[in-house]
């Protein structure tokens, strides 16, 4: 069975499809993974950076996936402007993560995560946009037994605190692990758009607040009672607390890893608020 895509115009996009953007510095293989994807030259590949120029949608509607990929939108160069390579990887990538739900975030294998890959991803993070990070060109790497264990070590230190981020490792010319980095960017759409019921949320957390509760402060004992999900871009949550303004970072950082160890999470930056608990009859 054969890949068919379909060449949408910005303006005839259908929105309720999931978009999934090709991101990452120049040359790492974003224009590459498109066509190995597609299996036609519509991306022009080259080794300069800058070659793509406009935005361009794919619709996917093969295999059981229907979604939309989003090809990394680049600047022309002007007569008489500097071209800094950094500056247009990141133009590049905040235009393609503001269109996008998912990100298909490449990195390149030979040369390891960068502090400007660090950049594109808290780029992702800022947006709250979901997240997969690609190790593409993994061919070109010489392996042992423990090759993909300490990549990957090395890269979830670099992003910490925000770990729980898929990663694929993959090559975009041989087409190596590209069905499998399709998969789990549609798990992490369905991981960001979900919604947990309240009383689910309230059964599962409550009894980690009740074993570890949040620090007393001034004597004062702080209690969390009430849970519940908000709406927002991604998964938002309020712990509604008799004293949420006490409620420090660390205890903040002990929900967020007991949610994402309880509930489908995985790439998706997540939003805790602490509340006080009268306002959870507004609510």
Not at 123 to 135: A, F, H, T, W, Y
Not at 174 to 195: D, G
Not at 223 to 235: A, C, E, M, N, W
Not at 267 to 278: L, Q, T
């Amino acid at each position: 069975m054969k890949w068919w895509l379909l060449f949408y115009e910005e303006d005839v996009v259908e929105p309720e499809l999931p978009r999934i953007a090709i991101i990452g510095q120049p040359n790492v293989g974003k224009s590459s993974l498109l066509n190995s994807l597609i299996g036609e030259e519509r991306s022009i590949v080259t080794d300069i950076s800058g070659t793509t120029r406009d935005t361009i949608y794919k619709r996917f509607n093969s295999f059981g996936f229907d979604f939309l990929l989003i090809d990394t939108a680049g600047l022309r160069r002007k007569k008489n402007v500097r071209e800094d390579i950094e500056f247009y990887s990141v133009m590049r990538s905040v235009r393609a993560i503001e269109e996008a739900d998912v990100c298909l975030f490449m990195i390149d294998a030979t040369q390891g995560i960068t502090a400007q890959d660090l950049n594109i991803f808290s780029l992702c993070e800022r947006n709250r946009k979901g997240v997969v990070i690609l190790v593409n060109k993994w061919d070109l790497v010489e392996k042992d037994t423990l090759t993909t264990k300490k990549v990957e070590e090395a890269i979830r230190s670099r992003i910490a605190p925000f770990t729980d981020v898929p990663i694929v490792f993959t090559s975009a010319t041989t087409k190596q692990r590209l069905h499998k980095a399709l998969e789990i960017a549609l798990e992490v759409y369905k991981n960001k758009t979900s919604k947990i019921s309240t009383s689910k949320l309230n059964k599962v957390m409550l009894p980690f607040v009740d074993h570890y509760p949040p620090p007393a402060v001034k004597g004062k004992s702080i209690s969390i009672k009430y849970i519940t999900q908000l709406p927002g871009i991604s998964p938002t949550f309020a712990f509604f607390s008799n004293l949420p303004q006490y409620i420090g970072t660390s205890y903040k950082r002990y929900i967020e890893n007991k949610m994402r160890e309880n509930f489908p999470l995985s790439g998706v930056p997540i939003v805790i608020y602490f509340r006080n608990k009268e306002k959870s009859k507004e609510s």
